[in-house]
């Protein structure tokens, strides 16, 4: 069975940073898009960023430029999510997600969730 796992998430200041963990099971990482989205209480769930390992494929919303990044490490068919310089408007519940578009945009949908870390930065 496909399965994706986060962890990292928690309470942060404004400023401070964390790193969130992507563990998958069931497939190889290098042969899907994977994803993070985040969702904020009252507001839709958007694409934050994605790497397709394969075609070397990453994708970064606007809003997380210059501070989020992300990385796959294949042996241990984990993704990763380093953000920096957290600021409150990044308080959300991150999911994990995999998918077959390797533009990294999901237009094909999203194949796989995890179910969500939670991730709040106070101000």
């Known amino acids: 069975d496909v399965q994706l796992v986060e962890s990292g998430g928690g309470l942060v200041q404004a400023g401070g940073s964390l790193r969130l963990s992507c563990a998958a099971s069931?497939?190889?990482?290098?042969?899907?898009?994977i994803g993070w989205y985040r969702q904020a209480p009252g507001k839709e769930r958007d694409e934050v960023s994605c790497?397709?390992?394969?075609?070397?494929?990453?994708f970064k919303a606007d809003s997380v430029q210059g501070r989020f990044t992300i990385s796959s490490d294949t042996a241990k068919n984990t993704v990763y999510l380093e953000m920096a310089s957290l600021e409150p408007d990044d308080t959300a519940v991150y999911y994990c997600?995999?998918?077959?578009?390797?533009?990294?945009?999901?237009?094909?949908?999203?194949?796989?969730w995890g179910r969500g870390t939670q991730v709040t930065v106070s101000s």
């Open positions: 997600t995999a998918g077959t578009d390797q533009s990294c945009r999901f237009r094909h949908g999203v194949n796989y």
């Open positions: 069931g497939f190889n990482i290098d042969d899907l898009a």
């Open positions: 790497i397709h390992g394969r075609s070397g494929t990453t």
